[in-house]
């Protein structure tokens, strides 16, 4: 019975990612001129409805053989092989839902030809496949990191001017850190993974659980293999690295090993971290809670250098009820908490928090530096917000009141107000996710996964595959949030046509209808949050 429910759930997933592929083929991205974006474009085309029932329904039958297969108990092999075969369609698939891609050849190119890509654009060569880019973008600077433009322009030079074979490579620099994911996912650090030291105050600084379910959580979900993937979206790139990173200082923060040693993990996390931002600036909302978990789990527990070892307690006493990292967030206080009670324990959590934080700084600088392009891109990033859907939820607030106040003769302004209101909001949370850090009640993988998810949904643009950027980091912290998120990101990747265009583009008057849905949900919100803290009677 077993086997039959595995058989289903493995071909039932590679029909759903061959129906993808094909729906690519059909009504994609492909190199052509983007058509206008209209609703009725796609039934104009002799093969859209056949290519759209291809999109949504292979979506629907992948999603349904993902989230099943989190219970088959096959093993990480049965897994592992099962992936592999549902990428074998999405690699020889053609761009789908965005045209980015193309916008990563032309900067590539223009690296390759010795242009400065935050100032000049792919319209400037031209680009000989510029016609392929989006409108919005051909004449855009690059707001991507040095690191991922010098991986463009290799791609660039290495196609010799294919552009196919250019998508390819690109798709390969996609595809590697998706695995590096699903290996930091998968495998405990050794030596790492399992100690959790107690006392008041100690911080959190595992997660719910190294294992194969966990990547499968990630690798498996439908916007992950069809979009980061096979859009070969740089965002892959970024969220390898940063994952690698927040391994690396699980590793060095949940073992007990001294000196150099540690400080050797926590550069080569604030290394990766740093080479991330350099990817998308994105990945540095990560870094203030790394640093700060350093710092929080080196402080002496209440009471004196008393920590779960000390008292003797065996590794599986000190784990949390989900048997992996320690309770909601995992892995709590460190070796640090044992070693650093005293006067001066904050020496040493400074100085190893100052480490990560300089070398992230120095790898990030020194990659302008070796690239030659600097800092330009910090400047070119005003431009990510140039478009206006409500799938980013505080522009479709913004959206709703321009239109009310339309019906009252008031002129619109009240997007760019609320998405200053967004980013208040994200200061307010990430402040909210960092106390609850250091008071321990919130682990590392759970502190950087909520930023992230905070980001996301404060952005003044929200793309399907920015979805991505918190799910691998709240897989690892496990619990309900990671699959409600990781539920969320199979849903969002049908916010994308196949060709690119966005379905919020195409119905922008139902950003009155997300508004009202978001302050229903925010209501609910605030009503349990109170329920939750209202005293209970005594006895």
């Given amino acids: 019975m077993a086997d039959a429910a595995a058989r289903r759930i493995r071909y039932g997933g590679l029909a759903g990612a061959a129906l993808v592929a094909a729906a690519s083929w059909l009504v994609g991205a492909l190199p052509a001129a983007p058509p206008p974006i209209t609703a009725g474009a796609f039934w104009r085309d002799p093969a859209g409805p056949l290519g759209l029932a291809a999109w949504f329904g292979g979506v629907a039958l992948w999603a349904l053989a993902w989230w099943r297969g989190r219970a088959v108990p096959g093993g990480a092999r049965w897994g592992a092989a099962t992936l592999a075969l549902w990428a074998v369609p999405l690699l020889l698939a053609a761009p789908l839902g965005s045209r980015d891609v193309y916008s990563y050849a032309c900067q590539g190119e223009l690296v390759a030809r010795g242009l400065d890509p935050y100032a000049a654009t792919p319209a400037t060569l031209p680009c000989r496949w510029v016609g392929a880019v989006a409108p919005l973008w051909r004449d855009t600077p690059a707001p991507y990191g040095p690191v991922f433009l010098a991986l463009a322009g290799a791609a660039a030079v290495l196609g010799g001017g294919s552009l196919w074979v250019t998508i390819l490579l690109l798709r390969l620099a996609a595809l590697l850190p998706l695995l590096l994911v699903g290996v930091c996912l998968a495998r405990p650090p050794a030596g790492g993974g399992s100690l959790r030291v107690g006392g008041r105050g100690s911080a959190s600084v595992g997660g719910g659980g190294f294992s194969f379910r966990t990547a499968w959580l990630f690798l498996g979900c439908p916007l992950v293999g069809a979009h980061l993937l096979v859009g070969a979206h740089n965002d892959a790139l970024m969220i390898g690295l940063l994952v690698a990173g927040l391994v690396l200082a699980v590793r060095a923060l949940a073992t007990g090993e001294r000196g150099g040693s540690r400080l050797g ?251 009202a849905g978001l302050l229903v949900a925010a209501g609910r919100w605030l009503r349990r949050g109170c329920r939750s803290h209202r005293p209970r009677p005594a006895g």
Avoid at 399 to 419: I, K, N, S, Y
């Fill in 265 to 515: 993990w926590l550069a080569g996390a604030g290394a990766l971290v740093g080479a991330a931002v350099a990817v998308k600036a994105t990945a540095a909302v990560a870094l203030p809670f790394l640093a700060l978990g350093v710092v929080a789990a080196s402080r002496p527990p209440a009471g004196g250098p008393v920590g779960g070892k000390a008292l003797g307690a065996p590794d599986g006493a000190l784990r949390g009820p989900d048997g992996a990292l320690g309770g909601s967030g995992g892995v709590s206080g460190g070796p640090g908490a044992v070693r650093g009670a005293g006067g001066r324990w904050w020496v040493g959590a400074v100085g190893g928090a100052g480490l990560l934080v300089v070398v992230a700084a120095v790898v990030l600088w020194g990659a302008g530096v070796v690239s030659g392009f600097g800092v330009g891109w910090v400047a070119a990033l005003r431009h990510t917000g140039a478009t206006t859907q409500w799938s980013a939820p505080f522009t479709a607030v913004g959206m709703a009141l321009d239109h009310l106040g339309g019906l009252f003769g008031v002129g619109p302004g009240a997007v760019p107000v609320a998405r200053g209101v967004g980013v208040v909001v994200f200061a307010a949370v990430a402040g909210v996710l960092a106390l609850a850090q250091w008071r321990g009640r919130l682990g590392l993988p759970a502190a950087v996964g909520g930023a992230l998810a905070a980001a996301v949904l404060c952005a003044p643009v929200l793309y399907p595959w920015y979805v991505a950027w918190p799910l691998a980091a709240l897989a690892l912290a496990g619990g309900v949030a990671a699959r409600r998120w990781a539920l969320l990101g199979a849903a969002a990747a049908l916010l994308a046509l196949p060709d690119g265009a966005g379905v919020p583009a195409l119905t922008k008057p139902l950003a009155g209808v997300v508004a």
